[in-house]
């Protein structure tokens, strides 16, 4: 069974901090995506890395795959409050018929004004 | 908006019976996914259909199954429902299967079991 770990589960911080959130596996993904996921809504997309070392900027967010495709991490610059919610990484599996995500355990994050 | 729908928005129902939740995907999409985010479990895949045939099989229980049908629309039939089946149950859809097609997610099912 594939597993990710993310860490930290629960981040409260201040309005202008800087913030990461670190997704970690022992199995290799074909991608990892990214989700951010309001209450009573369903996730929603943020970014999908693909290759080995790539790294993507989503204007205050930074997204970063790892080399060997295992893990993944967040940066969030100058948090503001409309950026609470929940994050969720999900790697995605492939085989010769279709695709699977396994997703993390989530980053609930609050961002107090 | 997504553009993913899903019936009904709450279900409760007892321990024993059998519900179907139904999805409609997003216009020209062809796959669709079945996903169950739990308090203790978190997010899980459950199955993909695409144009009408199973793709991927996750952790579904065998009292669960699901179908896609010609209008590919899908449902999610749950039966001997126990406590903890109790959880939130997600549709997603994409125009494929590959990965830079973007899984789209409906507003999901609340389904509690009592």
């Known amino acids: 069974t594939q597993l990710l770990e993310q860490s930290p589960q629960f981040l409260s911080i201040q309005e202008g901090e800087n913030l990461t959130v670190y997704c970690n596996s022992s199995?290799?993904?074909?991608?990892l995506q990214w989700y951010r996921q309001e209450p009573g809504e369903g996730p929603v997309l943020l970014v999908t890395?693909?290759?080995?070392?790539e790294v993507k900027k989503l204007k205050r967010l930074t997204f970063q795959f790892g080399d060997a495709r295992k893990d993944s991490s967040l940066h969030i610059t100058a948090a503001q409050p409309g950026d609470t919610g929940l994050y969720l990484c999900?790697?995605?599996?492939?085989?010769?018929?279709?695709?699977?995500?396994?997703f993390g355990g989530g980053t609930r994050l609050m961002v107090k004004p | 908006d997504s553009g993913v729908t899903q019936t009904p928005k709450h279900l409760i129902t007892a321990t024993g019976q059998r519900v179907t939740l139904r999805c409609s995907p997003r216009?020209?999409?062809?796959?669709v996914y079945w996903y169950q985010q739990s308090l203790d479990q978190g997010l899980q895949f459950l199955i993909q259909?695409?144009?009408?045939?199973?793709?991927a099989k996750g952790n579904i229980l065998e009292r669960f199954s699901a179908q896609q049908f010609p209008d590919l629309h899908s449902e999610l039939n749950l039966s001997s429902l126990e406590l903890g089946d109790s959880a939130l149950y997600f549709c997603?859809?994409?125009?494929?299967?590959?990965?830079?097609?973007?899984?789209?997610f409906g507003p999901g099912t609340r389904l509690t079991v009592t």
């Open positions: 997603a859809s994409s125009l494929g299967t590959s990965n830079l097609h973007e899984q789209y």
């Open positions: 199995s290799v993904f074909s991608s």
């Open positions: 890395v693909v290759t080995g070392g």
């Open positions: 999900a790697g995605e599996t492939r085989n010769n018929a279709g695709n699977m995500l396994t």
């Open positions: 216009s020209g999409d062809l796959s």
């Open positions: 259909y695409y144009n009408g045939e199973e793709r």
